[in-house]
Each structure stands twice: as structure tokens, then as C-alpha cells.
């Protein structure tokens, strides 16, 4: 038997009567957060054994032009099925996220990632420093805004 | 009494033999103890996700053998398998297989270079990589009369592969694969029960099972901590679900359990091999490929495909907004995420167990910084 996506759709009224306010929007394969209670349904998905999404695959950012969207990847290794976790920010300067780094110490350099591409931080995430680039620098070249390191 | 002692800072790198590229780490020390460190990453950064999004899907099958570009073909199938769900394209048969030939073949030589540089770094100078590097050749020659190239195959295309094998490819490889066997056998024979190899690889560089899912790792140094998970089993993707083999495990998740679990992973994809070719014999001749338009433009929506990689699970996240080019390109490395739980592995050890436990992550430098 192969690895099962989770149904967003059911997984969201389950989401919903835990977390009452918290899906924004939900599909066939994934669920989109409220960006306040991220933390809340990320340990929920965790730590209840129906669920059992222990393993944390990937995080990355999306930049919508007028907004951000984060996308989580969790996977039940024992139950053998995965999900797609989405939330949305508004795009502005001091863009921030709960950091899920002490929940899944793997969120540590995603975040990093995250944050030196695309100018999002991380509250809560212990180092901000730079991944790929020098310390001085401060450009978000993953924006879709971004035109050239001299701008 | 306790003498007290001033702790040290080494840089490690970035143009360090044992750092497999341009790798930096900065490493606190007492004595010789490593008390902490920081891994500096983006020496070779170029930016890949983000070029990807100026070229067309096709045009980045290319950019996919420059990630890791010591398995170039298990990079150019994760992209093309995530590009086909995307757009809904399905694959002849006789491409799956010849697929299947290629990554396992290509999982073999990476396996050859993991355990021939992890001993190098151990010490062994010359000898073990020189046997691995002899069979990894005779690899390379079978992809040369497969593609032409013998590094950067750009083989593996969306809906397929991008022509039939050979003639004279399948009896090559079944040279190889009787070879092969007694050749394992002469390395098991050199290193398995080595007296120095288990004194500086058993216990050393140890991480727990817990430990290893709550950083993410993935591939064969997380099997070496015992958890039971390869997707090529759990996700069965492609046709996976044809062929029996068995999922190597370790126990300790020190530096000997991953060089133990490259080394059983190596038959197991002989086996894979063996079995794919018989059951491509009996194939009837058909098309590799299915055809797709150059431009292609996959509708909108976005898709999260993971394979299991030689150095573990590797993911490709593309979004698309319907036209030629990809709206975000993501790609999830394996070897990035292993190397994050370097400092898990190493802090409380000796310095000289800090160059053998990162050798036995097995990383790609080109596959980190992207």
C-alpha cells in the first residue's frame, strides 16, 4: 500500500471544531491556516495519535505578488499519509511567522532559507542568519518584485 | 583537579579536502573535544530554483542534473515524475522500466562514491575509493553508450526517456551486474571486519531514531537509525511495487550503520536491476515517451512529488499558473536537511570523528547550496 494523501476537504472540519476560525481555505490536497494559530494545528496535526503527522518534510514560500503563502509538508510515517499545510501572510515589510523550529528542529534551516529569500522571519527561530548569502546582505531575490542585486 | 581550559575556535573550510566541495564549518573546541558548530552553507550558490522560473519546464530537466549532480538521473526522474502529475501526463511502460534501470544503476554509483570517500576520510587513503571507482567507471560506460554523456544525462524527459536503449545496453549490464557480485564481495572482504574501520566508525557520530525524524533526515542515515522508511517501498511510486527487495536497516545510527546500510542498499539495487531487466524482456517493443509539447503549459495548481534518492528523499514543489514557465520551483534536498543535523551527531566527540561523520552523511555540495 502506497503513501495516502489526506484529504484536505475532511481534514479541515476536524481542523475547524478544534480550532474554530482557524481554516481559511481548504482543496483536495491541502488545508490553508490562519497564520495566527499555525503553531496550535501544527502541534495538533503532531501530536494526536489519529493524525500521528511526526514528519516534517518540507517547508517553502510562495510569493503571491499582494501576499506570501508557507507550505508544510507532514507526513505519518507509522499511518502512512501525508498533507500539505498552507498559510497565508500579507506582504509587508515586517511580514512574521510563528516559527515551528520547537516543535520539528528540521523547521530550523527551512525558516533560515525562507526568511534570507524571501524576507519573511521566523519569531522564535534562534538564528536568523544568512544560509546562502554574505551577511550584509539584505535584497529578498525570491520576490517576485526583485529586479537586480544594484536596485 | 580539573584543569581549566580555553575553548578554540577552527574554521573548517570552505577549500578543505574533507568537506567534499566548498563547505565551511565553524567549530567551537575544547581540546579536542567539539563543544559546538556552525555549518556555513552557499559557496556554491547558484540560484537554481530561481532560474528555473525564467525556462520552460523542458528547459529545466538540465538545471535538475546540475543539483546533484553526482546522481543526475534520480534528479532528472523526481522533477519529471513531479512535472507528469502536474500535468496529468502518463508514461509508457517501457520507459518506466528503463527508468528504473537508470536510477538503480545510478544509486549504485552513488553508493560507490558515499563509501569509497567516507573511507577516504577515514584514513584510508587510495585503495577502498579505487575499487569503488573502477565499478562506478564501468557505470559510467554503460550511460555513455546509453546517452552519450557519462555525468550530465539529461536523459529522463517529461512523459518518458528521450530514446529507446541500445541494442548492445542490456548485455552490457548483465556483464556488469555477474560481475559485480565478486567485486562486492572482494570490498566486503577489505573494509566489513576491518579492526580500524569498526575502532573509528562504531559509535562514533551517533544519532537516535527520535532525534533523526524530529530534524527531518531522510535516505540512508535515517534507515541507519533504525526507522523502517524508504518510498520507494511506502510511496511504491512509478513501479516500484513490482520488484521485491528489502529495506536496509541499521540499528545505532552511528557512522558504521550508514556505510553498512550504502553497502546492503548496493545489492539491493542490483537486485532491482536483474529483476527490471527480465521483466523488460518480456515487454513487447513500444514508444518511451509519451509526447508532450515543447512549451508545455501544465494547468494551474500545484503539486509536491518526493523520491527516494540516492541520498535520501528528494522533493520537487512546483506551482504553476498555467503558462510555459513554473510560478515557484522548489526543490527539497535531501543532502541540505541531513547535513542540518551534523551538529546533533558530532557535539561531544573528538574532532578527528567530525571529518568521518560528515563524511558518512554523503553530501553533494552542488545539492545543499542549489
Not at chain 1, 38 to 53: A, G, H, Q, S, Y
Not at chain 2, 138 to 144: A, H, N, Q, V, Y
Not at chain 2, 239 to 266: Q, S
Request: with cysteine; aromatic share 10%; glycine share 6%.
Amino acid at each position: 500500500m502506497g503513501l495516502k494523501e489526506l484529504k484536505g476537504k475532511e481534514l479541515a472540519s476536524r481542523i475547524e471544531d478544534h480550532f474554530p476560525g482557524s481554516v481559511v481555505e481548504r482543496s483536495d490536497i491541502s488545508v490553508t491556516i490562519n497564520s495566527h494559530t499555525i503553531v496550535n494545528v501544527m502541534r495538533f496535526l503532531k501530536e494526536t495519535p489519529d493524525f500521528d503527522l511526526s514528519y516534517l518534510n518540507n517547508i517553502t514560500a510562495i510569493d503571491c505578488l499582494n501576499s506570501c503563502e508557507v507550505m508544510y509538508r507532514i507526513t505519518s510515517m507509522r499511518k502512512k499519509h501525508a498533507l500539505i499545510i498552507k498559510t497565508k501572510l500579507c506582504k509587508q515589510s515586517d511580514a512574521e511567522l510563528p516559527s515551528i523550529a520547537h516543535l520539528w528542529q528540521g523547521a530550523r534551516f527551512f525558516e533560515r532559507d525562507i526568511c534570507n529569500l524571501f524576507g519573511i522571519r521566523f519569531t522564535d527561530n534562534s538564528t536568523a542568519e544568512q544560509v546562502a548569502w554574505w551577511e550584509s546582505f539584505d535584497k529578498h531575490v525570491f520576490e517576485k518584485n526583485h529586479t537586480s542585486l544594484q536596485s | 583537579m580539573t584543569i581549566k581550559t580555553e575553548l578554540m575556535a577552527l574554521n573548517i573550510g570552505p577549500h578543505h579536502p574533507s568537506t567534499h566541495g566548498v563547505f565551511r564549518m565553524r567549530v567551537t573546541l575544547d581540546g579536542e573535544v567539539v563543544k559546538d558548530i556552525e555549518p556555513v552553507f552557499g559557496y556554491l550558490y547558484r540560484g537554481l530554483e530561481k532560474l528555473a522560473e525564467g525556462r520552460t519546464y523542458t528547459q529545466n530537466i538540465p538545471l535538475t542534473d546540475r543539483l546533484d549532480y553526482v546522481s543526475s538521473m534520480s534528479c532528472n526522474y523526481g522533477y519529471c515524475l513531479a512535472v507528469e502529475k502536474l500535468a496529468s501526463i502518463q508514461v509508457p511502460e517501457r520507459a518506466n522500466y528503463i527508468r528504473i534501470i537508470v536510477c538503480e544503476l545510478q544509486r549504485m554509483i552513488n553508493h560507490m562514491i558515499a563509501v569509497g570517500f567516507f573511507i577516504n576520510d577515514l584514513g584510508a587513503f587510495g585503495t577502498p575509493i579505487m575499487y569503488m571507482w573502477r565499478e562506478r567507471d564501468k557505470l559510467l560506460d554503460l550511460f555513455e553508450m546509453l546517452c552519450g554523456q557519462r555525468f550530465l544525462y539529461n536523459y529522463i524527459r517529461i512523459g518518458g526517456v528521450s530514446h529507446d536503449i541500445p541494442p548492445e545496453f542490456i548485455p552490457a549490464v548483465n556483464k556488469f551486474l555477474d560481475d559485480y557480485i565478486g567485486y562486492h564481495k572482494e570490498m566486503e572482504a577489505l573494509l566489513k571486519e576491518n579492526e580500524i574501520l569498526k575502532a573509528r566508525t562504531i559509535g562514533t557520530g551517533v544519532i537516535s531514531a527520535d532525534r533523526a525524524i524530529n530534524t527531518s533526515m531522510s535516505g540512508p542515515c535515517l534507515r541507519a537509525t533504525g526507522v523502517d522508511w524508504d518510498l520507494r517501498r511506502d510511496k511504491s511510486y512509478s513501479i516500484y511495487d513490482r520488484f521485491k527487495f528489502d529495506v536496509i536497516i541499521g540499528e545505532n545510527g552511528d557512522n558504521y550503520d550508514r556505510y553498512r546500510v550504502r553497502m546492503g542498499e548496493l545489492i539491493e539495487s542490483h537486485s532491482i536491476v536483474r529483476q527490471a531487466l527480465e521483466q523488460l524482456e518480456d515487454l513487447q517493443p513500444g514508444p518511451v515517451r509519451t509526447e508532450t509539447p515543447n512549451l508545455l503549459r501544465p494547468p494551474k495548481g500545484d503539486v509536491y512529488v518526493a523520491t527516494e534518492a540516492p541520498k535520501g528523499e528528494l522533493g520537487f514543489y512546483i506551482v504553476s499558473n498555467g503558462s510555459i514557465a513554473p510560478y515557484r520551483w522548489h526543490v527539497r534536498s535531501p543532502d541540505f536537511i541531513n547535513l542540518t543535523a551534523l551538529r546533533e551527531m558530532v557535539i561531544g566527540g573528538m574532532i578527528a570523528d567530525l571529518i568521518a561523520t560528515f563524511g558518512s552523511i554523503d553530501i553533494c555540495l552542488a545539492s545543499v547550496d542549489r
